[in-house]
């Protein structure tokens, strides 16, 4: 019922009060054009599983090292930039509006819409999804597979509840503890992801212990590949 009203509200507020750039404040849109422009694109000289930068395209040797279980990253903004501002707004401010701007930004050109058999997004516990009201990857996911034309199932994949959420942990070492075991398949849906090239999507990859997480799980269900969309990528180092 609250998750309705807000939605009344804010529908209402838009009407009320014209949109304006959540990164720059112009009015117009909730995301500017000059914004967007300014948002730089994940460069293709970057480790195919992990998004850090290397001299041509390839795997990084910490991901040969700790033998990922992602098969591949799509990146597609750096999350220091206008998009990551839009991003933060979208999940943490409720600026639910900002979901078809983002949806539509993933950059589908750099994908291998083969290469997938369907999407799923990364899981929100049921707890706080009843507090936030929407799992952000959820509704972005969505959009991407209607880019895409691929299923979606927002049913397969449940996460366990972690008490600290994964940005307040304060290192890259203490986000694989965390996440370790936060993933399951439900056992109704194991035939969806059985043989199955799966394509998961989040909003933001850091350390990418999230989505190895995930990917991990879904391996062990007997999904054949896993990839990962994500809209922004935050470069590990910022974290050290
Ligand atoms: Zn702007
Ligand atoms: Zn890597």
Not at 18 to 41: E, F
Not at 90 to 101: C, E, H, S, T
Not at 110 to 129: G, W
Not at 131 to 145: A, D, F, T, V
């Amino acid at each position: 019922m609250i998750t309705v009203l807000r939605q009344i509200t804010t529908s209402a507020l838009n009407l009320v009060f014209p949109q304006s750039c959540v990164h720059c404040g112009k009015d117009g849109s909730l995301l500017c054009d000059l914004c967007i422009r300014d948002s730089t694109a994940v460069s293709k000289d970057v480790c195919r599983k992990c998004a850090e930068p290397l001299a041509k395209p390839g795997t990084c040797t910490r991901c040969v090292i700790d033998g990922s279980s992602l098969d591949r990253l799509y990146g597609s903004f750096l999350y220091e930039t206008p998009v990551g501002t839009a991003v933060r707004a979208f999940k943490f401010d409720d600026v639910r509006a900002l979901a078809g701007v983002l949806g539509g930004m993933f950059n589908v050109e750099s994908m291998n819409r083969s290469e997938a058999d369907l999407i799923l997004p990364v899981p929100m516990h049921k707890s706080r999804l009843r507090s936030r009201g929407y799992n952000q990857s959820e509704i972005l996911g969505r959009k991407l597979s209607r880019r895409m034309g691929l299923e979606f199932h927002s049913d397969v994949l449940i996460r366990a509840e972690n008490t600290v959420p994964q940005s307040e942990q304060p290192t890259a070492a203490a986000r694989k503890t965390a996440i370790q075991g936060a993933f399951s398949v439900d056992t109704r849906h194991e035939s969806v992801v059985l043989g199955k090239r799966v394509l998961l999507v989040d909003d933001v990859f850091t350390t990418g212990s999230t989505v190895q997480a995930a990917a991990s799980v879904l391996k062990a269900a007997g999904a054949s590949w896993v990839g990962a969309a994500v809209l922004t990528v935050q470069p590990i180092e910022s974290l050290k």
